[in-house]
């Protein structure tokens, strides 16, 4: 029965993974919110608890850990797997090791599951509440870890196949909080079913439950019939999440709309480096559509934005033909509105930047350096050197920026760039809101993930920034070579997007916003702290106890 239980989790890691965006077109069934590219909550939730029955009816410690692990392993491996892609069709890597590359990274991270699932193993006779609270601060102490440690990489959080759903937390509790109330709800749910029902199964090990601690069978179920009777209708139709979201009142402000035209060039990743093929293309193009967006703005009669997306020129700034600059800034100076690009800078002096430089019509200059590097992509990691040396790609020695850079002053609003998988780490872009006079009022975001080819790598991007939007509420604006080039208002709506991988410019006009939402006060004065902390408390809580 071990291999059934395997078997069943690894299905039900891939669940989870198709959760946080469903990939197929051929199988999208609205009437169970199974939409081509959208969050499917439900197939969270349900993944979630398999996983939760499968360790508390684990005969061991150790096989709940690896159970655990098993479920990570392959809920992981299908939230990234397109890493695959940037590796062998573009970095040359053959197929076996860009294939175990993929799958170390995630053994590699599912251990903080396994570790997670192996203590809450503990609990697995506990009172339905009990387990709940403490498989849910296990859950977020597994993900913040996963999240920060080793410069982090918390792509495929489950609070993101909730940001429909739990629309109505994110400004509160953020990403990490949502995601513990999904796996409060789930390890809760299977815990009162499973202590009502029958006897275990008989493969399993019966557990017995000490005497004298106020954990029998049924015991203290009833605090969570309420939230799961509230629960299922959000699972079954996610957009009733984000329709309540609307209707409770906001907790900023509008700063007035801005005008955006958002560029996407559509380079094929693999001629964007050439400089007989992509180099030129993208020279010509960007100026050209930069200088069309611009009369587009100026016919309209108020300033705008323009927004180029992450490297739109892959060169350094001094490489680049002098007259070129002069007919872009020219064309800048003419207008009535501001431009950002997304390119490279510095030397081999000073080292140098993954950037966005900007200007207004008098020139006056910005420059927004990434605080929050790619490992493998934009730093090499010690003793990683020879795996680098095993991919074709070009890739950059980068040196970080400064955390909470000031933000563009433009046209009434503060603009805070962020770049490419930034967006990722809300206690970082919240960190740019200490100064609330100075916080940022629209997010401006520029990404190339085509590294990633034509794959739900885009699909699960454009929900972080919707989250993101959500957390701080602020309108998100995404500029990208491939996509998701996309306008996201305050509360997480989509207000218009470019078809991926099509070259086109995206006319968006957004509402900026003043405030600070909770999340955004808390995460910018502590960081994720009070979530680690409050989940540490709930541990500590409930093992005095029992």
Not at 149 to 174: E, K, M, N, Q, R
Not at 281 to 302: H, I, N, P, S, V
Request: glycine share 8%; net charge positive.
């Amino acid at each position: 029965m071990r291999g059934a239980w395997s078997a069943a989790l690894l299905l039900a890691g891939c669940v989870q993974a198709l959760a946080l965006a469903w990939p197929f077109q051929t199988l999208a069934l609205a009437g169970w919110g199974l939409h081509a590219g959208e969050p499917t909550p439900l197939l969270q939730w349900l993944a979630l608890c398999v996983l939760v029955l499968a360790i508390v009816r684990a005969p061991s410690r150790r096989r709940a850990a690896w159970r655990a692990g098993l479920f990570a392993l392959a809920w992981l491996c299908g939230s990234f797997w397109w890493l695959f892609v940037s590796m062998n069709t573009y970095g040359g890597m053959a197929v076996p090791l860009a294939a175990a590359a993929v799958f170390l990274l995630a053994a590699f991270l599912a251990l903080y599951y396994a570790a997670a699932g192996a203590l809450f193993w503990r609990w697995r006779a506990a009172a339905p509440l009990v387990q709940a609270v403490v498989f849910a601060a296990l859950w977020t102490l597994a993900e913040v870890a996963r999240g920060t440690l080793l410069t982090g990489f918390p792509w495929g959080a489950i609070g993101y196949a909730h940001v429909d759903s739990l629309a109505v937390l994110a400004p509160w509790v953020g990403v990490y909080g949502m995601g513990a109330l999904a796996a409060a709800l789930a390890a809760g749910t299977v815990a009162a079913l499973v202590q009502r029902s029958a006897p275990a199964v008989p493969w399993e090990r019966t557990v017995t439950v000490p005497s004298g601690r106020g954990l029998s069978h049924g015991h203290m179920a009833s605090p969570l019939l309420p939230l799961l009777a509230l629960w299922l209708p959000l699972l079954l139709w996610p957009h009733l999440g984000s329709w309540l979201a609307q209707r409770v009142p906001t907790l900023t402000a509008s700063t007035g709309t801005l005008p955006v035209q958002l560029l996407q060039g559509n380079v094929a990743q693999d001629k964007k480096f050439e400089p007989k093929v992509g180099i030129p293309f993208a020279l010509q193009w960007y100026k050209e559509q930069t200088a069309l967006a611009l009369d587009r703005l100026d016919a309209a009669g108020k300033p705008g934005l323009v927004v180029l997306p992450e490297t739109a020129i892959p060169l350094l700034p001094q490489e680049i033909d002098p007259l070129w600059w002069e007919a872009f800034k020219g064309r800048i100076e003419r207008s009535q509105s501001a431009v950002l690009i997304g390119i490279p800078v510095g030397n081999w002096r000073e080292g140098y930047t993954n950037s966005v430089l900007g200007w207004t019509p008098s020139l006056q200059p910005y420059r927004y350096d990434k605080y929050h590097l790619v490992p493998f992509g934009e730093f090499v990691p010690p003793f990683f050197q020879w795996f680098i040396d095993m991919m074709q790609i070009p890739l950059g020695a980068y040196r970080p920026g400064p955390l909470g850079q000031v933000p563009f002053a433009w046209a009434g609003q503060y603009l805070g760039p962020n770049i490419c998988y930034e967006d990722l780490f809300g206690e970082e872009l919240a960190a740019a809101f200490r100064n609330p006079a100075q916080a940022p009022t629209v997010l401006v975001n520029v990404s190339n993930i085509a590294w990633f080819g034509n794959t739900v790598a885009i699909d699960q991007h454009r929900h972080i920034a919707r989250l993101r939007a959500l957390e701080l509420q602020r309108p998100m604006v995404r500029a990208t070579n491939t996509g998701s080039t996309v306008g996201i208002d305050h509360m997480g709506r989509v207000l218009a997007e470019l078809p991926r991988l099509t070259r086109g410019v995206l006319g968006v006009t957004v509402e900026g916003r003043s405030g600070l939402t909770p999340f955004a006060r808390w995460a910018a004065r502590w960081d994720l702290w009070p979530v680690v902390l409050a989940a540490l408390a709930l541990l500590a809580l409930c093992w005095r106890r029992t």
